[in-house]
């Protein structure tokens, strides 16, 4: 009968998670704030700007954009995995790819969202190379080769596990 209750306490306390995917949400919204500042700064120094400087601006875009798509996937494929099922049924334009993500997806989802946005970064880097030293560059550089290798090598561990349904 303890064991009964502790287990029932134990799978209680997942909705302990809630508030974090919550507060994420608060954190999506603080995001949207600041691509409204990137987007109007942009805008406004547009007409003046150089080439490289739309560039950079059109890449500050979307790196704010796949940051918050990445919050995104973690907010529902987190509550999805660790709390509580979403009822699809209720929603006709729900996203195909939510509620068929395992642990294993969201892994390899999250780590390709934060290659994609290191490589955005490091194209920002490329771009203002002039205003760089080349030990920030350098740095760059590594993280970058850090997240790809670490993706890859994740990669090949699910699929060496048999976690992977591809």
């Known amino acids: ?21 919550v507060m994420l949400v608060f954190a999506l919204c603080g995001l949207l704030v ?27 875009l979307v790196d704010l954009t796949l940051t918050g798509s990445l919050i995104v996937i973690v907010i529902f494929s987190g509550y999805e995995n660790f ?19 395992d642990f294993s997806g969201l892994k390899l989802k999250l780590l390709s969202s934060i290659v994609a946005i290191s490589a955005i970064q490091l ?7 002039r205003n760089m030293s080349d030990r920030e560059l350098g740095w760059l550089v590594g993280i970058h080769l850090v997240f790809v290798v670490s993706g890859l ?14």
């Open 1 to 21: 009968m303890i064991e009964r209750y502790l287990e029932r306490f134990l799978f209680m306390s997942r909705w302990l998670l809630a508030p974090f995917y």
């Open 34 to 60: 600041k691509a409204g500042q990137e987007t109007w700064h942009f805008v406004s120094h547009s007409v003046t700007s150089s080439e490289a400087d739309v560039i950079l601006g059109i890449l500050a």
């Open 83 to 101: 709390v509580s099922r979403i009822e699809v049924d209720t929603t006709r334009d729900w996203p195909e790819w939510m509620g068929k993500i």
């Open 123 to 129: 194209l920002k880097g490329f771009m203002n190379v």
């Open 153 to 166: 090598l994740m990669a090949l561990t699910d699929r060496a596990s048999g976690d992977s349904k591809h």
